[in-house]
Each structure stands twice: as structure tokens, then as C-alpha cells.
């Protein structure tokens, strides 16, 4: 069974800040794996996807990293903004079903 | 391109009343919706699969005749939540695999419907 966990849970920290979240999964087995963003009672915002095949992708701020044979991603996020405050979710899709499996996310909270 | 439109985004409903949330595919044929339900502060929970023209498949836990699911076309697909009580309040989201003959493209989300049951 694919289980993804996301550390930390909540994470405060100053404006400027560079900081890095992780997302680790139990099954290797996955055909991508997607970073969100969810800001409160509103939709998903995609923010990377890295197929299995690929080690990391960048859109401006932000870097993806994946480690599919340990089970790990980061993302990490530079210089931080107030705006960037919002819950990231780490999603993996698995190979067989393409069925997707969710984080808890981690809650970031950027102070001004 | 690969859009899923839902609606309605958010519905206050009185309880013992259905309500039916919509997911439509704008510019892609969605084979597959994947409709979750996510409670404040928690993660996204897959309630159900749907593929078009065949019955839904429900996660252990899920009331198949509470949340009825219908994927009648490549293009829609629609869950209803039948005698809805405060309980069935949450954030309900779908998502569709977009086809891995598009190498770069992942899954699409609708926007999310608020259920406030009163």
C-alpha cells in the first residue's frame, strides 16, 4: 500500500528565507509525482510534476527533486515571500492504476 | 489545455436534501475521474473512481448509495450526495489522469465544491 508522508507538518519562518519541504512514499512503483499548492478553501495549483524517469524540475522560485529508488522529494522553495504562504501537497501517481495519493501537506507560513 | 470546470464551487444545502456536483473535461476526454473529499486541515481522501460507462468503484468506507457517482460520457461526470446531513459537510474536488500519451502532463483538478449541510 503507497502511503506519502510530508515533514514537517507546519512551518513558520521569516520572509527571505530559503527552506526546503520533503515528501517521502513506501511503493518505488509510481509513474510522476506532483507538488501543490492549496491556499484556504480554494482548488489545487500545480506547481511541478517530475515523471519518474527525471531527477528534478525548476519553475523560477521553486525546484523538485526525486528520488525514486529511496522514496524521497523535496521542494524547495527560494527566497521566500509572504505570498508563498499556503498548504503544499505532495501527490504521487502510481504506476498500475494511476491512482493518486496524497500527503497531509505542510502548511507554510511566511512572516513578513 | 486539459481543464476540468466544476460546479457548482460552493452549496449550502438543507439536511435530507441531494446534491449533485458536476465535473466537466472542457478540451480532453476524461476516461477516469477521481473524485476526493478533503475534511478542514486534512489531506486529500480519494472517495471513488469513475471511468465512463461502467459502475464507480468506492474506496473501503465509502457509502456507494450515499455518494452516487455517474460518468455517462467522456466528457462528465457527477456526484451526488443523496440525504445529505452536516456530516457530509467538506470540500469535495475531482481530478482526471490526464493520458500518459502526453508525456508531461499529470492530473487536472476541478476548482473544488464547498458542502455546507445546515
Known amino acids: 500500500k503507497q502511503e506519502v508522508t510530508q515533514i514537517p507538518a507546519a512551518l513558520s519562518v521569516p520572509e527571505g528565507e530559503n527552506l526546503v519541504l520533503n515528501c517521502s512514499f513506501t511503493d518505488s512503483a509510481i509513474y510522476n509525482l506532483q507538488w501543490f499548492r492549496q491556499d484556504p478553501g480554494k482548488g489545487l495549483t500545480s506547481l511541478l510534476l517530475i515523471q519518474s524517469s527525471q531527477r528534478e524540475q525548476t519553475s523560477g522560485r521553486l525546484n523538485a527533486s526525486l528520488d525514486k529508488s529511496s522514496g524521497r522529494s523535496t521542494l524547495y522553495i527560494a527566497a521566500s515571500q509572504p505570498g508563498d504562504s499556503a498548504t503544499y501537497l505532495c501527490?504521487?501517481?502510481?504506476?498500475?492504476?494511476?491512482?493518486?495519493?496524497f500527503g497531509k501537506g505542510t502548511r507554510l507560513h511566511i512572516l513578513p | 489545455g486539459a481543464v476540468v470546470s466544476q460546479h457548482p464551487s460552493r452549496v449550502i444545502c438543507k439536511s435530507g436534501t441531494s446534491v449533485k456536483i458536476e465535473c466537466r473535461s472542457l478540451?480532453?476526454?476524461?476516461?477516469?475521474m477521481f473524485w476526493y473529499r478533503q475534511f478542514p486541515k486534512q489531506s486529500l481522501m480519494l472517495m471513488a473512481t469513475s471511468n465512463e460507462g461502467s459502475k464507480a468503484t468506492y474506496e473501503q468506507g465509502v457509502e456507494k448509495d450515499k455518494f452516487l457517482i455517474n460518468h455517462a460520457s467522456l466528457t462528465l461526470s457527477t456526484l451526488t450526495v443523496t440525504s445529505a446531513h452536516p456530516e457530509d459537510s467538506s470540500f469535495y474536488i475531482c481530478?482526471?489522469?490526464?493520458?500518459?500519451?502526453?508525456?508531461?502532463?499529470?492530473?487536472?483538478f476541478g476548482s473544488g465544491t464547498r458542502l455546507t449541510v445546515v
Open positions: 478540451d480532453f476526454q476524461a476516461t477516469t
Open positions: 481530478s482526471s489522469p490526464v493520458s500518459r500519451a502526453v508525456a508531461n502532463y499529470g492530473y487536472t
Open positions: 501527490a504521487v501517481r502510481r504506476d498500475r492504476d494511476d491512482k493518486i495519493i
